[in-house]
Structure formats: C-alpha cells, structure tokens
C-alpha cells in the first residue's frame, strides 16, 4: 500500500497574514466609508478564523468603514448565524460592529444585472453596488471546474445569479479533466475573468483579492492584489505543493474532509483521483 501525502511546509503567521492585508488596503489609497468582504463559505477550508478578528480591529482603527461580509455560496445552502461567526472567529459582541449576509443565487430581487456572456445573463449581488472597497477572501486549490479555485471565482460563482454558474459548471464538462484540472488559464477561467471585468465596469469600487494557500495543517502564503495577478500567484505555489505524480492503480482510498456537506461537494475526492485508477479498478471515498 502507497499512502500520497503532502509535504509538511512552514506556516505564515497570523501577523504576517494582517500585515499583509492591511499593507496592501493602506498603498492603495482608496477612500474606504464602505467596504464589502466576500469570504468564502463553510464549505471551504481556508482558517480565516484565526486572523478576521485581528483584521477587523484593524480596518476599524484605521478606515472606520461601514462593513459588510457576504458569504460566498454560490447555489450553496444559507449559513447559520452561528456558522457565520464561527467561520469568522468572531463574537457576537464583534459581530455588530458588520453586516453578516448570505448570498442567495435564486432570488432576481437580490441580483443586478451587469451583462451578458455567450448569451447568458450575469448578475450579481446588489451589495456591490455602492461600495468603496470589495475584498475577496479565499484559497486557491486546484479544481475541476475552474482550475483552481479563488480570484474570480468568489463573484462567479460566489455572489453570482443561478442562470451563470450553472453555464459555467455545464460547460466545464464538455472539455476533458486535463485541460481545466489544475490549469491557471483554460477556458471557464476566460469566463469568470470576463465577469471580473463586467463588475469592474458596472461598480465604481477598487477590488481587492486575498488568496490564501492552504494545508491540512494552515495558511502557508498569502497574496493579494488585483483580481488577476494575486490569483496567479497563489496558483503557482497550490500547483507545487498539491500536484502530484502518481503511479495508476488498482484500487484507491481519497479521503475528503469534513468541509464536504453531501456527496455533490465530496465528488472532488472522484475528479481528482479517478484518473489514478486502472480500467477496471475501484475507487473508495470516504467522509
């Protein structure tokens, strides 16, 4: 038996993560009376209950914006209070000091239309509408349907209407696991890029994006920038602590983390793994 495992790597920490952060939000020199952060879901690993309160008391001290969090679910089910703050790592003392929102992907009254792709409407969350700042917040791992996660993915599908982020999934499926898995630039990613530049043109905000890399074990970099280059930088280093060579086989164990909420989120574990195995052969996932 062959256990594929990740290396073990050094950790950034929590002050290194705020310093950047704030660093960046500070050079930019935006006028900041509201800030809106998108961050990434329960669903999703990133530990960013380690460092928000510690940022929030920063921006507070320093910008005193009005804050608003929406969490990024794409057509994912609605938070609960208590997850929002856990995820967060706030209390609910410091929770009133923001506005805590789900996205919901379904309801047209939520949504503002900022264009059209390949004949599909793009709609957005109207919480971008009006601010002076958007931060997204989130890891970037490799990923079936986009390449690798983060960047442009915490608009489409984070906040985005249903009508897009099915488009954007359906049609991943029409090109094989090699061109998109893993692929910094393929061609869902032109998509979601073509939404970042929708929302740059339809909100008058100075976007920001934090990506994360993240073990089992904790953030290892952060990189924030624009909606691009962050993004990119953050893959090249997920691309060489995360893929590996593995010699196909027979059978195959991938356990999944407790992240997953059903097997549609769990059938990562598949995409992943399934070209590993021999015609024939048997692939177990475990929860």
């Known amino acids: 038996m062959k256990i594929i495992t990740l290396e073990t790597v050094s950790l950034i920490s929590v002050d290194a993560i705020v310093r950047t952060i704030t660093d960046y939000l ?48 794409g057509t994912h089910r609605p ?18 000091q923001i506005n805590l929102l789900n996205h919901n992907a379904f309801d047209d009254s939520h949504l503002v239309e900022i264009g059209v792709i390949d004949g599909v409407t793009v709609k957005l ?41 099915d488009y954007t999934h359906w049609k991943s499926n ?30 008058p905000a100075t976007f920001v994006s934090v990506n994360f890399v993240t073990l089992p074990t904790g953030i290892v970099d952060v990189f924030v920038g624009d909606l691009q280059s962050s993004y990119r930088q953050a893959a090249a280093l997920s691309a060489k602590l995360f893929l590996k060579t593995v010699e196909p086989c027979d059978k195959l164990l991938a356990i999944v983390d407790d992240k997953s909420a059903d097997f549609w989120q769990a059938a990562k574990a598949v995409y992943n793994c399934a070209d590993m195995v021999r015609d024939g052969g048997t692939l177990v996932v475990r929860g």
């Not at 879901?41 to 608003?68: G, H, K, M, W, Y």
């Not at 090699?178 to 910094?184: L, N, P, Q, R, S």
Request: aromatic share 6%.
């Open 125 to 165: 969350n109207r919480v971008m509408m009006n601010q002076d700042v958007v931060m997204c917040l989130g890891s970037v791992f490799p990923h079936r349907v986009v390449g690798f996660s983060g960047g442009t993915k915490y608009l489409c599908p984070g906040i985005a209407n249903q009508a897009i982020i």
């Open 79 to 96: 938070m609960t209070e208590t997850e929002m703050l856990n995820k967060l790592g706030i209390s609910p003392t410091e929770a009133e």
């Open 26 to 73: 500070l050079s930019i020199n935006q006028r900041c009376d509201r800030l809106l952060i998108i961050c990434e879901d329960v669903t999703r690993s990133t530990p960013i209950d380690l460092f928000f309160s510690q940022l929030l008391a920063f921006i507070n001290r320093s910008l005193s914006p009005e804050i608003t969090v929406i969490f990024a679910l």
């Open 174 to 203: 029409l090109f094989p696991t090699e061109e998109i898995m893993a692929k910094v630039d393929n061609p869902i990613r032109d998509i979601l890029a073509q939404v970042g530049e929708l929302a740059t043109q339809a909100f």
